[in-house]
Nanobody
Framework: QVQLGESGGGLVQAGGSLRLSCAAS????????MGWYRQVPGKQRELVAI???????NYVDSVKGRFTISRANAKNTVYLQMNSLKPEDTAVYYC???????????????WGQGTQVTVSS
């Protein structure tokens, strides 16, 4: 019922920038929080940044001052601007959205397919 389409990953040198985008589509009534997570092999998926429908934002400490999350509510789209990238930012980045569809009164979490971000030293 809901699909999250991600784009913007790739290979970049340390100190460079990338911008991730994620658009939610389908039978959407409303979207609550949207966020970005990342995962490296052998480790748990971690929250990178999250933004609520009202604009409240939280970041994991390791990206504060370097990453910026934003959203376009009318487009059900969330962005992650990543600057001053470091090799330790290398991971698969996943988009997450807390969505209510028209056929339900409840919100549920949906995930994108993931996009690889690789930062070379």
């Amino acid at each position: 019922q809901v699909q999250l389409g991600e784009s913007g990953g790739g290979l970049v040198q340390a100190g460079g920038s990338l911008r991730l985008s994620c658009a939610a589509s389908g039978s959407i009534h409303s979207v609550n929080a949207m966020g970005w997570y990342r995962q490296v092999p052998g480790k748990q998926r971690e929250l990178v940044a999250i933004i609520t429908s009202g604009g409240s934002i939280n970041y994991v400490d390791s990206v504060k001052g370097r990453f910026t999350i934003s959203r376009a509510n009318a487009k059900n789209t969330v962005y992650l601007q990543m600057n001053s990238l470091k090799p330790e930012d290398t991971a698969v980045y996943y988009c997450n959205a807390n969505v209510r569809v028209w056929t339900s009164l409840r919100y549920a979490d949906y995930w994108g397919q993931g996009t690889q971000v690789t930062v070379s030293s």
